[in-house]
């Protein structure tokens, strides 16, 4: 153990979580100063009233005070406030198509079924995500040029007559700029978007991040995919020849012979797009003598923007010269239920080959307890992208319906596979509402009566509320909520994915036999109606209100937040991922301090920060020389590290890289948890109980091994510690004199002001012994 020296300080560099903290509750001051970064990853201090970087309160250890540094990096705006940044929850299928690629689970060596079958799996994802991606936007040209151009603007149509007059609409090609024009700029738009990417301007000495092959610590192998570019360009160039080939006549052929050409042009492009996608091989870029490094090659600057080019080209051509009818577009209904079709087919054949690629698996975490295991048995990225395609398909159903409700024009037609998706969702919503009738009334049922029996108290809770039986009380509800919700988030989602994905498989049965949507089912079709017009208009007025109210944009940035710490792999038309900005420069902001040999840099991480604060002290601890190890130490509080990464991600965030950083850390490692926190939970600890009146439990050890621990103690503050855990009460006990303190049960936020903060601290920092 390095032992503290006269002159030691410590600096406390925090690192926050999701929805747009801000630098004075990151920091815990009324003000701050910024010290280092740029406008998107700023490094602040508290700061005095003329805006000048402050001393932070001294850290009591070892019956001494000693001088620390308190810094925050407030990464926010990366994900929240403004229209831009808010818009990007419109993209939310694109993510979690993206998301669904970091959950397949690892690949073990030496297998080589496993690595084809992880290669295929992979392929499959990109092949997915391009159907996606024209999916969307074929829905979208079904709105602009088929509802909008060729019905409601024809020139006998009864529709916008006061906002559209009629030589508009009789002037050639006008009606097919107006349809396929606002296609081009949205995809221009997506494209756009896909090229973001967030700078590191906080440079570093310490080389490439660790485990980039097989990682063996947390994070390791998530990386930018060198593919990306080639990527974008085939989402672009898939994008724009399906919205021509819709125009043009669809799959079944073209509408006259005067377009063959164009159709011609629209079938190669597409078929460019999906082979390439597929055969671009190894998605993480590792084997650059892979099968796919020819297409790679073949796909440089210069062929990517000839496709994209010959793609905008035959759109412009297809809206000038093609006559758009005066009624429905023959290829409306076809292309866009041959697209709906084919990504559920692949859906279907990932979540099959996905079976035997996770059993392979198994033996990564067979010898784990089941608390520990990834979920549905590392087959959670079948649910997924199954969850994508739905949502993509509902939110392209609801925008056309919503558009043709406030169009107000009775005559307008949308495919008809779109009635049954609307019934899909009616009857999802229908079973939804019923299920919570019954099972709220019966949970608020079975809770009265375990409270009355004296049994619905965890007994950790009379542990950590000895002699406050108020406060016990208040606990105890809160406790069994979030543990309820910890244990069960995967459940709802998979539930939720099965039910849709059965319906839509029946309906699509009935639609492929042409069988319309039942009469008795129009309650429940007008229920899906209402359901997928609130996906689709609850997202477009959160947007708009988003443009006027920043401080809701930056609320809407949660979901950007969870879906963007994953860089662009199966999807590029997605958030830039912020991991690959914040983490490089926490390191390099440690690494700076840590060149002064009396400093200790402790990184402190809530709730998804906690990631970020792993990933960042796996690689310090893996670049520095052995004595300067001693001098980093991690705190992570309200984090998701066990009960979500690993068993969501087990191939970037598995359970043996935890146990890798906690044996290169040590006693270093503090995690501070809450049972009444439904979002965070412990990290280092699991089969916990309560036995003879001590906790017991297992976990990682000093020695970076796994097995029982000594009962845990209960610290100066009220905590219980158990191994590197600090449970800590809540409500809180106090107030303290001189310290901050906050009132009633505080769940996931609020970790700064109890007073196990700073005790944890001192831990990590070597302060003080556990």
Known sequence: MLLP??????????????????????????????????????????????RRPAPAPSLHAGGRPVPRVIEGYVWSAMT?????????????????????????????????????????????????????????????????????????????????????PRWVRELPGARGLIGLLPVLLVVIAMHRLSTVDWTVTIKHELGDAPGRRMP???????????????????????????????????????????????????????????LSVFFL????????????????????????????????????????????????????????????????????????????????????????????????????????????GLLGGGFGAGMAITVRSSLGYDKLALPLGYQWITLLWGLFAAFSLIVLAVVVPLWLLSRSIAEKRGNYAPPEIALLHKDRPEDAKRAARRWRQAAWQRRNYHRLLIAAAGLLTAGAVFGGFFRALDIPVPGWASGLSGL?????????????????????????????????????????????????????????EIVARAAEHLKEPNTRVVLVGHSQGSLMAAVAAAWLV?????????????????????????????????????????????PRWRSLCRGTDTLGGPVTTWSRQVYDGRLLGVGFRPDGSEGPLSPAVTGPTGALVLGNDHWLPDPMRGPFPNLRWAPGVLGHNEYQPDPEWDRAVAIAAGLETP
């Open 528 to 584: 899906g109606v209402a359901t997928l017009a609130g996906l689709a208009g609850g997202f477009l007025f959160v947007v708009y209100q988003a443009s006027r109210h920043p401080d809701r944009a930056r609320k809407l940035g949660i979901l950007a937040d969870l879906a963007s710490f994953w860089p662009r792999e199966a999807h590029p038309t997605v958030p830039p991922c912020y991991k690959l900005k914040v983490v490089p």
């Open 622 to 666: 893996d670049s520095l020389p052995e004595h300067d190890r001693e001098r980093v130490g991690l705190v992570t509080a309200g984090s998701q590290l066990q009960w979500a990464y690993p068993r969501a991600f087990p191939a970037v965030v598995p359970h043996s890289s935890l146990a890798t950083l906690a044996g290169m850390l040590g």
């Open 216 to 274: 063996t610590l947390p994070g390791g192998g998530v990386e930018a995919d060198p593919d990306t570019p080639a990527l974008r360009a085939l989402h672009v160039t898939a994008a724009l020849a399906v919205a021509s080939l819709l125009v043009l006549g669809g799959p079944m052929g073209p509408v006259s012979a005067g377009v063959g050409v164009l159709w011609t042009a629209a079938v190669v492009l597409i078929a460019v797009a999906v």
């Open 5 to 50: 020296g006269p002159d030691t300080r410590v600096v406390e560099l925090r690192v926050p979580g999701i929805a747009g903290a801000t630098p004075e509750s990151v920091t815990g001051a009324v003000a701050t100063a910024t010290v280092a970064g740029d406008k998107l990853g700023r490094i602040v201090r508290p700061a005095d009233r003329m």
């Open 281 to 388: 091989d190894d998605p993480t870029g590792a084997q650059a003598e892979g099968p796919g490094r020819w297409l790679r090659g073949a796909l440089g600057t210069g062929p990517r923007r000839l496709l994209m080019i010959a793609s905008a080209v035959l759109l412009i051509a297809t809206a000038v010269l093609v006559e758009v009818p005066a009624g429905k577009l023959v290829g409306a209904d076809p292309t866009a239920e041959l697209l709906g079709a084919v990504l559920a087919l692949i859906a279907v054949l990932v979540a099959v080959v996905l079976a035997p690629a996770a059993l392979m698996a198994r033996s990564e975490w067979a010898k784990q307890p089941r608390e520990l295991r990834p979920w549905a048995g590392g087959w959670m990225a079948a649910p997924m992208l199954a969850l994508a």
């Open 80 to 164: 929240s406030g403004g229209l831009a940044k808010a818009s990007w929850a419109l993209l939310f299928p694109f993510s979690l198509a993206n998301v669904a690629h970091w959950m397949l689970p690892p690949i073990p060596e030496g297998k080589r079924l496993a690595h084809a079958l992880g290669t295929f799996l992979r392929a499959l994802l990109r092949l997915a995500a391009l159907l996606l991606t024209m999916l969307l936007v074929g829905q979208l040209t079904v709105v602009s040029a088929d509802l909008i151009a060729a019905q409601c603007l024809a020139p006998d149509a009864a529709c916008l007559t006061s906002t559209v």
